[in-house]
């Protein structure tokens, strides 16, 4: 089973603010990692913060 977490723990595990995550949501061209609606709950699995953090590398 995929590990899961709330806003703030997603926000936690990438260095960002939660209300950061959260207007990414609302945005519909950012660059917010994929999430999980149950309900009026959100939840971010952690392959798609791994994901997410990957698709942000930077190779010079």
């Known amino acids: 089973m995929n590990e899961k ?3 703030d723990g997603a926000g936690e595990y990438l260095g960002l603010k939660p209300g950061t995550l959260a207007v990414w949501r609302c945005i519909k061209h950012s660059p917010a990692p994929a999430y ?5 709950r959100i939840f971010y699995l952690k392959k ?3 994901a997410y953090i990957e698709s942000q590398r930077v190779v010079a």
């Open 5 to 7: 977490f709330n806003t």
């Open 36 to 40: 999980v609606r149950m309900g009026n």
């Open 48 to 50: 798609d913060l791994d």
